[in-house]
T-cell receptor, first 113, second 115 residues
């Protein structure tokens, strides 16, 4: 198993540009999550999904959108990038149902200039 | 609302010594999970240890152990025989099953290992 994979690893955007951060998992996990980690801080939940076709907002959803058309993929869309979205983005997944531990991807470092 | 607090932004320990990282949390739930994650410079989040709240016995993984005090809502991590590879950011995290299994993270403690 590859686990949770994220692409790209690094990206620089100009203000106002858009992009999609890709996340995929091959563990057949139902629950998937997107976090952002600002420098020196913990992780903040952006969006999450409890299954294909079901998504919900987390703590900091503004400026982002998600979709979940398959169990494996959970892309995060940034529209009209702003410097405040400069961060490291992590995708995570769990089987669901009270298991608890989250499996994390390697992260995407995004800089908006 | 559930919260996780790590009161030590940074700590240092001499190689081969023991260090304890503190974590407190706030919840009204009786059944939940607690975790310590390690984040080395590679940024990868690595699970160090986990504790189920219904278990009275403290979890142990090799050189890593926890002191879980449920009544006090405290969950500290002890690292014995510290090694240079233990240098990282450590995050305490809390999770409870409410149908979406969200995890709340603390702000982290940066651990330095002094050779």
């Amino acid at each position: 198993n590859a686990g949770v994979t994220q692409t790209p690893k690094f990206r620089i955007l100009k203000i106002g540009q858009s992009m999609t951060l890709q996340c995929a998992q091959d563990m057949n996990h139902n629950y998937m999550y997107w976090y952002r980690q600002d420098p020196g801080m913990g992780l903040k939940l952006i969006y999450y999904s409890v299954g294909a076709g079901i998504t919900d907002k987390g703590e900091v959803p503004n400026g982002y959108n998600v979709s979940r058309s398959t169990t494996e993929d959970f892309p995060l869309r940034l529209e009209l990038a702003a410097p405040s979205q400069t961060s490291v983005y992590f995708c995570a997944s769990i089987p669901g149902g009270g298991v608890g531990e989250q499996f994390f991807g390697p992260g995407t470092r995004l800089t908006v200039l | 609302a559930q919260t996780v607090t790590q009161s030590q932004p940074e700590m240092s320990v001499q190689e081969a010594e023991t260090v304890t990282l503190s974590c407190t949390y706030d919840t009204s739930e009786s059944d939940y999970y607690l975790f310590w994650y390690k984040q080395p410079p590679s940024r990868q989040m690595i699970l160090v240890i986990r504790q189920e709240a219904y278990k009275q016995q403290n979890a142990t993984e090799n050189r890593f152990s926890v002191n879980f005090q449920k009544a006090a809502k405290s969950f500290s991590l002890k690292i014995s025989d510290s090694q240079l590879g233990d240098a990282a950011m450590y995050f305490c995290a809390y999770s409870w099953y409410v149908g979406d299994d969200k995890i709340i993270f603390g702000k982290g403690t940066r651990l330095h290992i002094l050779p």
